[in-house]
Structure formats: C-alpha cells, structure tokens
C-alpha cells in the first residue's frame, strides 16, 4: 500500500520489529564493547548485580566507562552523575531532531521511546525516515534490542572478568585510557576544535592539581562547551541563509 | 547491592534521560540557536581530552606509547577496537620491557 501523506505517525508492532532487526547489525560491536565493560567493572570493585543494574538502567556506555574511571569506595553519585550529563549531552541534539517523529503520538510513548534513545538506533531510525518508512516505534525496538544485547554482554563479560589474573601485566587498565583516546579522534571535527580542546585540556590540569578527585573532568567539559560557544561563529552561508 | 552505588546509578540513569528527553521537550518551547550547538557538540571531546590529558601526565612511558598508538591506528583504520588492541599490546609489551 502506498500512501503519500501521513498526517500522523505511526507506531506499530511490525515498525519496532524493524528497528530491532536493525539493531542487530550492531550487535557484535555492542557485545564487545559491553563485556569490555563488565570486565573493566569486576576490576573496579562493583559486584556482578551492580555492574548488570548499572547496564540495564543507564545503557550509556560512554557514560559507564566514564564512570569507573572515577570510581572509589564510597562512589560520588554528583561526580558520576554530572558525568553521565556531560557524557550524553549529544542525545539533547538527537532528541531534538526527534520532535517530528512523534506527531499525533501519546506523550507516554515518545517518552518511554526516548528512553531508549541510542547513537546506533537514532541513526538507524533516520536513514529508515529518509526511506520514507515513518514507523515511530522503530526507535523503541531498536533501542530495547541494544539495551537487552548491552546488558548480557555486561554479565558475560563481569563472570570472565574474574579469571584473568592481573590486569596491570595485560595492559588491561589501560583499556579505558584507550577507548577514550579512540573518541578523541572519533569525535574530532576539524580545526574549530583546537582551541576549545586545548582550553579544556589544560583547566583540567590545572583542576586536578588543585582539587582531588575527579572533578577535572567536568571542569574540562564545561570549559570546552564554553570555549565553543564563545568562539562560535556563524558561517558565511548561514548569515546568506538568515537574510 | 550498596546503596551509595544504587544512588550513583540512579543519578547516572537520571542524566542520562535528562539529555536523551530534554532535546526533544525543549523543542516544544525554543528552538535550539547555533551557538548553543556549538557548545553542547564540543562537550564529549572536551571530555575525553580532559581525561586524556591528565592520564598522559599521570602515566609513563608505556601509557604515553599507549595513547600515541592509539590515536594513530584510529585515525588510520577508523575502527575503535583495532584502535584500543593496538594500544593495550603497546602498554603491555613496554611494561614487561622496562
């Protein structure tokens, strides 16, 4: 059946089925990198149930290795959790370009959808848009997929964690160092973001020689945001755009 | 199950949804200026750099080994995880050296 115009969205058990097949393409990159996370948690010190929990409930893994890198015994729940903001403050963008999604849609199911609002199935629900495919509940069904994928490999990878020995002799603490300096490059867009960067790098030098803890790393993130707010200029086009 | 890390994940999970469903319940009321995205695009790498920063000043040889070869791969291959193998078997390998 074709039809052209769709005055409001549709959110269908046969679109969240799509969204989770969609899903699956990533799911040999989610498992790695969660039982990356469940290993790395054994070795922090949380227990098998707190690290499944953390998993099941946050499903954010930037915002999870973010966290056990600050982690200490009692944990910071304002240091970890203002974490978690400045680790997701992405999906504030990739939610906004959501708001057409939902049209004509209870606010409890957009809601419930956003939940489970992921890099991987918010890419995967635009292209399915761009297609023309315009089932809302592709989101949910996707992100419930990764959610579900993201949290066994936490288990698998929490219950092998055990056996390995000495982590330092493996290079295995190094192992978040390392998923951060590949973000780095993941995330680098191009000249703009030197001086903001180097602005950031250098508070939170300055921060962790002044206050012990962690706070270095908000203190950095908050600089760059603000650096790059600062520095914002609009371009050439946009001005051409907006006159 | 501590309760200190049941409020940390419950304050991890409330961030969280806090970015994931402010965007879109913002957008009710403004729209999102430039400038603001500017701002709120550079807060992951700024973040990453920070750590990055101070785990370079803090760590040695093997993690400055460590890191180099990781950037490197990355920007090379662009695949994470052959990007942080890279820079695990270099910390390992000069650990057990020096």
Known sequence: MQTTSVATARFTAAGAAAGARAALVLAPTIVIFGATFGLIAATAGLSLLEATIMSAVVCAGTAQFAALQLWSDPVSWLAVGLASLAMNARYILMGATMRGWFTGIPAFRAYASLYFLYDGNWATAM??????????????????????????????????????????????????????????????????????????????????????????????????????????????????HAS | MRPDVMIAILAMAAAAFTCRAGGYFLMRFVALTPRIEAGLRMIPMALVASILAVAALKGGPPEWAGIAATLVIMAVTRSDLAAIMAGIVAVAALRSVL
């Open chain 1, 127 to 240: 292209r399915d848009r761009t297609a023309g495919r315009l089932d809302a509940a592709h989101l949910i069904g996707g992100g419930v997929t990764m959610c579900s994928i993201w949290t066994l490999a936490t288990v698998a990878g929490h219950a092998f964690g055990g056996n390995l020995g000495d982590p330092r002799r493996l290079g295995l603490d190094f192992l978040i160092t390392a998923f951060f300096a590949s973000l780095c490059i993941a995330f680098w867009r191009g000249r703009s973001d030197v001086v903001p960067v180097v602005a950031a790098m250098a508070v939170a030098i300055a921060t962790d020689h002044l206050v012990p803890g962690p706070w270095y790393i908000v203190a950095g993130a908050i600089t760059g945001c603000v650096v790059a707010m600062v520095r914002y200029q609009p371009t050439v086009e946009a001005k051409a």
